[in-house]
């Protein structure tokens, strides 16, 4: 089993930045992508961001030179860094790990990003 918990969501103003931070343990050997998803109100989840253990990464096209995604793979920790936020960033952020990007089978709970304008 692998846990994920999340941290560093909240309340931001348009223009400002947040960082989210995932730390992840037990079955971690299991984990070489981990990443971000999104829910916002009324809409289907979707991918943020997701780096893999040799550091490639993926972003929405929305969130491109205003987001950026790095790990620590000694602290088996994701983080996501979001600058120039917009009303529009605000979801609930998810942390997301498995062995591909395509196959994310461990979820965390969930943090709160509200962006307000």
């Known amino acids: 089993q692998v846990q994920l918990v999340e941290s560093g969501g909240g309340l931001a103003q348009a223009g400002g930045s947040l960082r989210l931070s995932c730390a992840a343990s037990?079955?971690?050997?299991?984990?070489?992508?981990m990443g971000w998803y999104r829910q916002g109100p009324g809409k289907q989840r979707e991918l943020v961001a997701v780096?893999?253990?040799?550091?490639?990464?993926i972003y929405v096209d929305s969130v491109k030179g205003r987001f950026t995604i790095s790990r620590d793979n000694t602290k088996n920790t994701v983080y996501l860094q979001m600058n120039s936020l917009k009303p529009e960033d605000t979801a609930v952020y998810y942390c997301?790990?498995?062995?591909?990007?395509?196959?994310?089978?461990?979820w965390g709970q969930g943090t709160q990003v509200t962006v307000s304008s």
């Open positions: 997301a790990a498995g062995l591909k990007v395509s196959t994310m089978s461990h």
């Open positions: 780096i893999t253990r040799g550091g490639s990464t």
């Open positions: 037990g079955i971690i050997f299991s984990i070489s992508a």
